[in-house]
C-alpha cells in the first residue's frame, strides 16, 4: 500500500519525485485548480498557457508532464484533468478528485514519493484524494516472478509514498479523514487480492482461512462451518452448489459487535471460488474471469473488517457463502431437488444459477437473527450486465426507503447504481411442478427474476436489499480513474458507508 502523509509545506521546498496539480475544461482553455498556486507562481502566473501549448484541455483523467520549474525541489510536475470547471463558489466533486488522484498514482509507478497539491476544501475533499491515491497506486503482482526484477528495473513498481499537500497533521478531521480513508482502501485492496488470486490458489478452504486469519487480527469473531457441520445443519444450497468439487464449501460467519451499537447489519457475499456452470456447462470463452465470482463474499469480508478497524457505532455479521461450482460425477444436475436451510425445497433447471442457490441458505441463516436489514452482494446475472452496463451496479430490495438509502450511499462514495424493481408478475415463472420453488424463471428480466428469487429466503418482517455487482466487479478493461484491470472491490465502499450512517442513526 501507499504510505499517506499530510503535510502544509510549501510545493517549492518539498522534496519529490513529481509534484501532482489539476487543471480544468475552462470556458477558454485549460485553468490551473487550487492548490497549484505556488506552481503556477513559479511559471510567472502563466502554468495554464504553457499546459495548453503541451496539448493539455483539463479533460478528466488526463495526463500532462513538465519539468518543474526553478527552484523546486521537485523535477516533475504532472497536471491531471479534472473535467469541467465547477460553477462560481462550488466546490469539486469528490469523485472528480478520487479519479484523477487515481489517475496521477499510476502514471507515477515507480515513483518513491509524490505530493499531491489538488484542491482541498474540507476533510471530505482530503479523504477523497487520498483514497484515489491508495486505489489508483495498486497492482497485483503476485505471480509474475520472471518480471519482478524487470519491472524493479524499470521503475514500474506502485508508487511507494504520497503527501497531500494542504492537510493540517494535527487537525483532528483531517487525520480521521486520513485514517479512514486508509483503512477503507487497504481493505478494500484486500478484496481485489482475493478476486485477482487464481482459483487453484483460493478454494472455499483457502479462502475461509484468509477471513479467519483478518478477523482474529482485528477483533472480529469468526466461525466457520465446514461440510460436516453445513450436512448436519441441512444448507442443501450451499452443499448442492459444492457437491461437484473436490474442494468442500464452507459458510464463513464474521461477527463485528460494538458496545454502543442500537443497531445490527447482516452482510452476505456470494462466494463461488470458480464457476465452471456446472453440468450446465458454460460455453466457450465465458470460463476464463470466473475466477471473480466470489467478489460479493470479498467484497463483505473487506467491510466487515473496515468497519472494524474504524470502530463503527453499529452491530455487523458478515456471511460468506463459499464453493466451488464443478460438474463431476457427484456434481447436482439439472432436474435435482435441493433442500434448502430454510427447508424450502428448490428445483434445480440450470446449475448454472448457483450463486442464488448458496445465497438462499446464508439469507436465510442471516435472518435467524433478526438483524435491523441484510444486504447481499453478488456477482449474480449476466441479465444485470446487459441492463447496466459493465459499470454499474443494481439495486434491488423489498422496501423502496431502504433501496433508495443504499442508491444515495453508493452515489456518495463514488460506486455507480442504480435502483431496479421487483416485479411480482416474474414470480410465477418460477413456479415448479415438483418443488416449492424453481432456480429458474423467465429469460427476459433475468436480474429481476434472480432478485425475486432471494427475496424468497429472507425472514419476515426483515428490510433487504440486493446488490447484483456482477458488471463492475471485474474490469476486463483497460485501467480507468482508479479503476485497476481485473478485480475491482466494487461494493465495499458502499457497505461501509451505510454501516457509517446506520451508527449515525441517519437510516432510522
Known sequence: MTALTLSTAAAPGLRADAIVIGVVKGA????????????????????????????????EGEVTKLPAPAGFKTPLVLAVGLGSEPEKDASYDAEALRRAAGVAARALAGSKKAAFALPLTDAADLGAVAEGVALGAYSFDAYKEQDKDAKAKKGKSPLAEATLLGGKPRDAAHKAALARAAAVTEELNRARDLINTPPNDLDPEAFAAVAQTAAKEHGIKVQILDEKTLTKGGYGGILGVGAGSAAGPRLVKLSYTSSKAKKHLAFVGKGITYDSGGISLKPAGHNETMKCDMSGAAAVLAAVVAVARLG???????????????????????????????????????????????????????????????????TLTGAMMLALGNRTFGIMANDDAFRSALHEAAEEVGEP???????????????????????????????????????????????????????????????????????????????????????????G
Not at 30 to 49: C, I, M, N, T
Not at 341 to 358: I, P, Q, Y
Open 417 to 507: 447504481a442504480w435502483p431496479m424493481p421487483l416485479p411480482d408478475h416474474l414470480r410465477k415463472g418460477m413456479d415448479s411442478p415438483i418443488a416449492d420453488i424453481a432456480n429458474m424463471g423467465e429469460r427476459m428480466g433475468g436480474g429481476l427474476v434472480a432478485g425475486l428469487f432471494l427475496r424468497e429466503f429472507v425472514g419476515e418482517g426483515i428490510t433487504w436489499a440486493h446488490l447484483d455487482i456482477a458488471g463492475p466487479a471485474f474490469n476486463e478493461g483497460g485501467p480507468f480513474g482508479y479503476t485497476p484491470k481485473g478485480g475491482t472491490g466494487t461494493a465495499v465502499r458502499t457497505l461501509v458507508r451505510l454501516a457509517e450512517l446506520t451508527a449515525e442513526g441517519d437510516l
Open 312 to 378: 463503527l457505532d453499529v452491530n455487523v455479521t458478515g456471511w460468506l457463502a463459499l464453493a466451488e461450482n464443478m460438474p463431476s460425477g457427484s456434481a447436482t444436475r439439472p432436474g435435482d431437488v435441493l433442500r434448502m436451510f430454510s427447508g424450502k425445497t428448490v428445483e434445480v433447471l440450470n446449475t448454472d444459477a448457483e450463486g442464488r442457490l448458496v445465497l438462499a441458505d446464508a439469507l436465510w441463516a442471516a435472518s435467524q437473527e433478526k438483524p435491523d436489514a441484510i444486504v447481499d452482494v453478488a
Open 28 to 59: 477558454d482553455g485549460p485553468v490551473v485548480a487550487p492548490g497549484a498556486e505556488a506552481v503556477d507562481k513559479a511559471y510567472d502566473g502563466r502554468l495554464a498557457g504553457v499546459l495548453e501549448t503541451l496539448g493539455a484541455a483539463g479533460a
